[in-house]
């Protein structure tokens, strides 16, 4: 059965703090995306990964094809990072159909 | 340049009633998709265009539900005979062109908020 899930579901962070957010699936994938949702509903892709190591400023996405396990990591947290973070998955058995998981909501104070 | 774009942003309409939901995806993007995001849930995908090939309708949860794509230009969803539980945000995206494993950026659209009394 194709599954992805995340967690934590939510996440409240003292300005500064570094986060860690986690999505695992069940079988294999060819594509792994995360994305950002803010308040607002505009969705924003910030990586794909189908190996290895990815980073974007502050934003450092992981994933471990073995451990069919992926993290987004926030380094240096800013209220601004406020937001929705989707894991999205495409798996090899699937054809063009992405599943999602529900979403880590993040709050970061100042 | 210009993002994709969705109309209307939002649509009320009452139950039993047709819908249609129109996408305009970035200039030259081969491949889109639609997804739908009911409230407090995650997004599900319902349907995926690339170029001229058959979309992969796969995600589509009942026959009320078709979507139309001409060449790589705007698409439509239409929703027949619209329910309750059809109330969700529709949302577009695009990318540039596919590999066939799906790793290729997607751009969102603002979404259509469709409310069914």
């Known amino acids: 059965k194709n599954e992805v899930e995340q967690s934590p579901q939510n996440l409240t962070a003292q300005e500064g703090e570094f986060i860690t957010i986690n999505c695992s699936y069940s079988?294999?994938?060819?594509?792994l995306h995360w994305l950002q949702q803010h308040p607002g509903g505009g969705i924003v892709s910030l990586f794909m990964?189908?190996?290895g190591k990815k980073k974007h400023g502050r934003l450092i996405a992981t994933i471990n094809i073995q451990e069919k396990h992926s993290s987004l990591h926030i380094t240096a947290s800013h209220p601004r990072d406020s937001a929705v973070y989707i894991c999205?998955?495409?798996?090899?058995?699937?054809?063009?159909?992405?599943?999602f998981g529900t979403g880590t909501s993040l709050t970061v104070i100042p | 340049g210009a993002g994709v774009s969705q109309s209307p942003s939002n649509k009320v309409t009452e139950k039993g009633k047709d819908v249609e939901l129109r996408c305009d995806p970035i200039?030259?993007?081969?491949?889109l998709y639609w997804y739908r995001q009911r409230l407090g849930q995650g997004l599900e995908f319902l349907i995926y265009?690339?170029?001229?090939?058959?979309?992969?309708k796969s995600g589509l949860p009942s026959d009320r539900f078709s979507a139309e794509r001409t060449g790589e230009s705007v698409s439509t969803l239409t929703i027949q005979r619209t329910q309750q539980e059809d109330s969700a945000v529709y949302l577009c995206?695009?990318?540039?062109?596919?590999?066939?494993?799906?790793?290729?950026?997607?751009?969102f659209g603002p979404g259509t908020r469709l409310l069914v009394l």
């Open positions: 265009f690339q170029g001229n090939s058959a979309p992969d």
């Open positions: 079988v294999g994938i060819s594509a």
């Open positions: 990964l189908s190996s």
């Open positions: 999205a998955v495409r798996f090899e058995n699937t054809g063009n159909q992405f599943y």
């Open positions: 200039s030259g993007h081969t491949a």
């Open positions: 995206a695009s990318s540039l062109r596919t590999s066939g494993r799906g790793q290729e950026t997607q751009y």
